[in-house]
């Protein structure tokens, strides 16, 4: 968002960007509040690999492709305490109230995709229960007006691994859209 000319277009899946409120998921004693405690975070994301080894595949639709086909690489991409670090730190800065270390970043970002102007494709997964299509998708849809979609995919949280193929085409003809200067519809 700093350097829009570097920028050709976005594509925003499942997630957010602005300071408050939470989803409802987050405020859930379990398994959001649990899972990043100060103690309980370390050991069960980082030693336990809860994230990479059960996490992604309860944030699945169709979970017996996902331990067929896809769980080992997650797993291989996270095999050690260390390089789990990120996957209990990171979640602990998601702003639950306004005492929050990452609150200014967020408000930041918020006002910045207000602002923009940059093409943007939204793709959201249809059974998304940590950022659920109506409220969020639509939240992004009133930040970026010009924005298309959200175009509803089948997936939850982790949508890529149920709808790879039919999100890498979506992109694909957006990024065609932009070549032929149609923008975003």
């Known amino acids: 968002m700093s350097n829009p000319g570097r ?23 379990f398994p959001w509040r649990m899972m990043h405690a100060p103690l309980v975070g370390p050991y069960l994301l980082g030693k336990h690999r809860a994230l990479a080894g059960r996490g992604v595949y309860l ?34 800065w998601i702003p639950l109230d306004e005492n929050v270390r990452a609150l ?3 408000q930041w970002l918020e006002r910045e995709l207000s602002r923009s102007k940059l093409p943007t494709l939204l793709v959201w997964g249809r059974e998304d229960e940590v950022f659920d299509a109506v409220t969020f998708s639509n939240r992004f849809k009133q930040m970026l007006p010009h924005a298309e979609g959200p175009i509803l995919v089948t997936g939850r949280h982790f949508l890529q691994e149920d709808s ?9 003809l957006f990024l065609d859209r932009l070549d032929k200067g149609e923008g975003a519809r």
């Open 104 to 106: 200014e970043c967020f």
């Open 59 to 92: 944030s699945v639709v169709d979970r017996e492709k996902f331990a067929r086909n896809t769980q080992a690489a997650y797993e291989a991409a996270l095999p050690d305490p260390a390089s789990r670090l990120l996957t209990w730190v990171w979640p602990r």
């Open 164 to 172: 790879g193929p039919e999100i890498a085409d979506l992109i694909r």
């Open 7 to 29: 920028v050709r277009g976005l594509t925003i899946m499942s997630t957010w960007a602005w300071p408050l409120p939470p989803a409802e998921f987050h405020t859930r004693i």
